[in-house]
């Protein structure tokens, strides 16, 4: 079993919709959560931290944690054309080794 | 606020040969990491730098060197570069504790 598990997609949502992307994680140790989005070519950004279970919101992006299970995801409302990139979730095993591993990333697109 | 800064930005080598990629933060950060980056693998740790002074290996650390100079500079060391170290690596940074990191723009490397 991989450490961090995502769905590589493509997965495909109308302009205006809800994206919801998914990753688990196999750690039980991991404590830090993260989501970065990457445009082709470019390097990754930081959209959302996330450390404790529950949902945490910023703008138009929603991460939910749930630790029991081992996952996390992001919700995109209102989807446009700009957030068509490659998600990567990463997970940090703070108490372990202070390691951050990546999941391999979903390739998300916004059909207009 | 340069934040990270990675050279070369593009390099090609022939086999065998050696080079040394550099990353400078200057963010006071004490964590720094070393990723590489193939097409549909995500991002995998090739070694990490918890704190100035200590160096540990990541998921694929064979046929890499690193160097933590001092708390701003952490490298990377190809001996004898393989075509199968063809790819695109990111260094990153953050403070310790859970927080998220810091890339920079990545260097593309292509070994002949």
């Known amino acids: 079993q991989k450490e961090v598990e995502q769905n590589s997609g493509p997965l495909s949502v109308p302009e205006g919709a809800i994206a919801s992307l998914n990753c688990t994680y196999s750690d039980r140790g991991s404590q830090s959560f993260f989501w970065y989005r990457q445009y082709s070519g470019k390097s990754p950004e930081l959209i959302m931290s996330i450390y404790s279970n529950g949902d945490k919101e910023d703008g138009r992006f929603t991460a939910q944690l749930n630790k029991a299970s081992q996952y996390v995801s992001l919700l995109i409302r209102d989807s446009q054309p700009s957030d068509s990139a490659t998600y990567l979730c990463?997970?940090?095993?703070?108490?372990?080794?202070?390691?951050?591993?990546f999941g391999k990333g979903t390739r998300l697109h916004i059909l207009p | 606020n340069a934040g990270v800064t990675q050279t070369p930005k593009f390099q090609v080598l022939k086999t065998g040969q050696s080079m040394t990629l550099q990353c400078a933060q200057d963010?006071?950060?004490?964590?720094m990491y070393w990723y590489r980056q193939d097409p549909g693998m995500g991002l995998r740790l090739i070694y990490y730098s918890a704190s100035e002074g200590t160096t540990d290996k990541g998921e694929v650390p064979n046929g890499y060197n690193v160097s933590r100079l001092n708390k701003r500079e952490f490298s990377l060391r190809l001996e004898s570069a393989a075509p199968s170290q063809t790819s695109v690596y990111f260094c990153?940074?953050?403070?310790?504790?859970?927080?998220?990191?810091?890339f920079g723009d990545g260097t593309r490397l292509s070994i002949l």
């Open positions: 990153a940074s953050r403070e310790t504790g859970g927080q998220p990191q810091h």
């Open positions: 990463a997970v940090n095993r703070v108490n372990r080794d202070d390691k951050i591993i």
């Open positions: 963010m006071n950060h004490n964590s």
